[in-house]
T-cell receptor, first 111, second 115 residues
Framework: QKEVEQDPGPLSVPEGAIVSLNCTYSNSAFQYFMWYRQYSRKGPELLMYTYSSGNKEDGRFTAQVDKSSKYISLFIRDSQPSDSATYLC???????????FGQGTTLQVKP | DTAVSQTPKYLVTQMGNDKSIKCEQNLGHDTMYWYKQDSKKFLKIMFS???????INETVPNRFSPKSPDKAHLNLHINSLELGDSAVYFC??????????????FGSGTRLTVV
């Protein structure tokens, strides 16, 4: 069983839809939670980061962490075709720099 | 001005060959990493160096050997390439190796195909 589980999709939504992406994890030591976006043939880029539990909002993006359930989410409001990419959750414990990734969810936003 | 640059972008080679991938970062970061992304997009850490010192060495075949001549450079040498080595290899860097909120900055990847 992987430490971080993420449904690979693909997920296809119409433009303007609200998108919900999720990951579950098993290691209770994880404290730092991140979402990366990866366009085709590019490297992942950091989109959102959250420390411990709680919510964080940045424009159309909201990241949520529920440590009690070992569950994190990324919400995208008013989705745009330019949001079409693979979204990878990632997390790490505080005492190591090793970032563990989920498999990534491929999102397609159709005009 | 690419922050993390890798060369080459594409590499096609025959089984049994030896090849190297180079990585350089101009962000002033202390820590650099090699990740392997398989065909299912799963990213898995291979190695990490902090200021030229190896700090993470995952279960990777001995055929893979990283080298960090200075904290801005991290190279990956692969001996006796096998078909299963075909993947995209990403270099990344971060400001610190322990704790902290800094994410990683990734290069654009090296797509290795072994035939």
């Amino acid at each position: 069983q992987k430490e971080v589980e993420q449904d690979p999709g693909p997920l296809s939504v119409p433009e303007g839809a609200i998108v919900s992406l999720n990951c579950t994890y098993s290691n209770s030591a994880f404290q730092y939670f991140m979402w990366y976006r990866q366009y085709s043939r590019k490297g992942p880029e950091l989109l959102m980061y959250t420390y411990s539990s709680g919510n964080k909002e940045d424009g159309r993006f909201t990241a949520q962490v529920d440590k009690s359930s070992k569950y994190i989410s990324l919400f995208i409001r008013d989705s745009q075709p330019s949001d079409s990419a693979t979204y990878l959750c990632a997390m790490k414990a505080g005492n190591t720099g090793k970032l563990i990734f989920g498999q990534g969810t491929t999102l397609q936003v159709k005009p | 001005d690419t922050a993390v640059s890798q060369t080459p972008k594409y590499l096609v080679t025959q089984m049994g060959n030896d090849k190297s991938i180079k990585c350089e970062q101009n962000l002033g970061h202390d820590t650099m990493y090699w990740y392997k992304q398989d065909s299912k997009k799963f990213l898995k850490i291979m190695f990490s160096y902090n200021n030229k010192e190896l700090i993470i060495n995952e279960t990777v075949p001995n055929r893979f050997s990283p080298k960090s001549p200075d904290k801005a450079h991290l190279n990956l040498h692969i001996n006796s390439l096998e078909l299963g080595d075909s993947a995209v290899y990403f270099c990344a860097s971060s400001l610190r190796d322990r704790g902290g909120s800094d994410g990683y900055t990734f290069g654009s990847g090296t797509r290795l195909t072994v035939v």
